[in-house]
């Protein structure tokens, strides 16, 4: 009889298997549409001359390069934080259909750890770009991507209406915010590249 049980448990977990497969065919068309919509507005050319400002403005201010390195570093560090946390931020709504968390206290809480994220992120940091002068370009690129990311996650997490986004149980709320995730870097490797 054991035998029969264990074969049964396997039956549901395919058929929940399949269930989610279908799931995730279903949305991922409207996640692209949805993500598409609400990126589309936004100028491409006006939003990366704000980026390219901005790394210009932190230049004329930290005129020491060893200065603007760890200022780079430090607001790059603190734009991945940012979209770790809208991210989370994203699945929480996406689970409860509640309002997003407010930007500030985000903010505030990651400037609070913002030491502690750069010691966590200062090694794989420093050997990729901070060991040799041309890796000061490879630290600008990674800031502007992540500075993008963190704008697109941001508009979503304001604009974004989760009850088109209702599903089945079963299917992680993590997947979806991946998939948005996938769609804002396609958006910001547009934005840069193209």
């Given at each position: 009889m054991s035998f029969f049980r264990k074969n049964n448990g396997s039956t549901e977990k395919r058929c929940d298997q399949?269930?989610?497969?279908?799931?995730?065919?279903?949305?991922?068309?409207?996640?692209?549409?949805?993500?598409?919509?609400?990126?589309?507005?936004t100028d491409r050319h006006d939003?990366?001359?704000?980026?390219?400002?901005?790394?210009?403005?932190?230049?004329?201010?930290?005129?020491?390069e060893t200065d603007y390195k760890y200022e780079l570093l430090k607001s790059t560090v603190f734009y991945i934080e940012m979209i770790r946390?809208?991210?989370r931020t994203l699945a929480d709504r996406l689970r409860t259909f509640s309002q997003s968390a407010s930007l500030a206290d985000l903010k505030k809480q990651t400037n609070q750890?913002?030491?502690?994220?750069?010691?966590?992120h200062y090694e794989d940091f420093h050997t990729k770009y901070?060991?040799?002068?041309?890796?000061?370009?490879?630290?600008?690129?990674?800031?502007?991507?992540?500075?993008?990311?963190?704008?697109?996650?941001?508009k979503i997490n304001q604009h974004i209406d989760p009850?088109?986004?209702?599903?089945?149980?079963?299917?992680?709320?993590?997947?979806?915010?991946?998939?948005?995730?996938?769609?804002?870097?396609?958006?910001?490797?547009?934005?840069?590249?193209?």
């Open positions: 399949e269930a989610i497969d279908l799931e995730k065919k279903r949305l991922t068309p409207i996640i692209e549409k949805e993500i598409h919509h609400l990126l589309e507005l939003i990366m001359d704000k980026v390219i400002e901005k790394i210009r403005r932190m230049k004329y201010v930290h005129i020491d946390l809208l991210q750890e913002i030491e502690t994220a750069i010691e966590k901070l060991t040799s002068p041309e890796g000061l370009t490879g630290l600008e690129r990674t800031y502007q991507e992540n500075l993008l990311l963190y704008e697109s996650l941001k009850t088109h986004f209702q599903t089945i149980d079963q299917l992680p709320k993590r997947w979806i915010v991946r998939r948005m995730n996938d769609e804002c870097r396609k958006w910001v490797d547009e934005v840069m590249y193209l």
